[in-house]
């Protein structure tokens, strides 16, 4: 029954309603400043983690925190994933870069992400 493994989760979305305020908090928090600081997204990395802020509420916005597991072929392990019960949220679509993300949600609603990079 086993597929293709991951390599993780290496990225972690909070939705947040404040990203200027939020942004000083995660930067003491993790004790770097931001790689990616725009009013639409800011990004932290950290020792290999990567950590997102992005605005809470609209059509795209997620309102709870999603952990982003990296996958080497999105397709193949959505596939797997609605096979075993998972029902696609959003679908892949292209995020910059030639980075992929899709989010399926578990029979318990609990959100899972999914990202591939070029």
Same mark, same amino acid.
């Given at each position: ?7 993780? &989760?290496?990225?972690? /979305?909070?939705?947040?309603?404040? /990203? +200027?305020?939020?942004?000083? /908090?995660?930067?003491? =928090? =993790? ?17 290999? #983690?990567? &950590?997102? =802020?992005? !605005?809470? *509420?609209?059509? #795209? ?5 999603? $952990?982003?597991?990296?996958?080497? +072929? &999105?397709? $193949? ?5 609605? $096979?075993?019960? $998972?029902?696609? #949220?959003?679908? !892949?679509?292209?995020?910059?870069? *030639?980075? =992929? ?5 578990? !029979?318990?609603?609990?959100? /899972?992400?999914? &990202?591939?990079? !070029?």
């Amino acid at each position: 029954m086993a597929g293709s493994p991951t390599e993780g &989760i290496k990225t972690v /979305l909070y939705p947040v309603s404040d /990203l +200027d305020k939020t942004k000083a /908090l995660y930067a003491a =928090l =993790l004790g770097v400043d931001p790689q990616v600081d725009s009013p639409h997204y800011v990004g932290f990395d950290a020792k290999g #983690q990567h &950590i997102g =802020l992005v !605005p809470r *509420g609209g059509p #795209q916005g997620p309102t709870t925190p999603v $952990a982003y597991w990296h996958v080497a +072929d &999105i397709e $193949a392990k959505l596939a797997e994933v609605t $096979a075993a019960g $998972a029902s696609v #949220q959003d679908p !892949p679509r292209g995020v910059g870069r *030639g980075r =992929l993300v899709a989010t399926v949600v578990d !029979p318990d609603g609990n959100a /899972l992400g999914l &990202i591939q990079d !070029p």
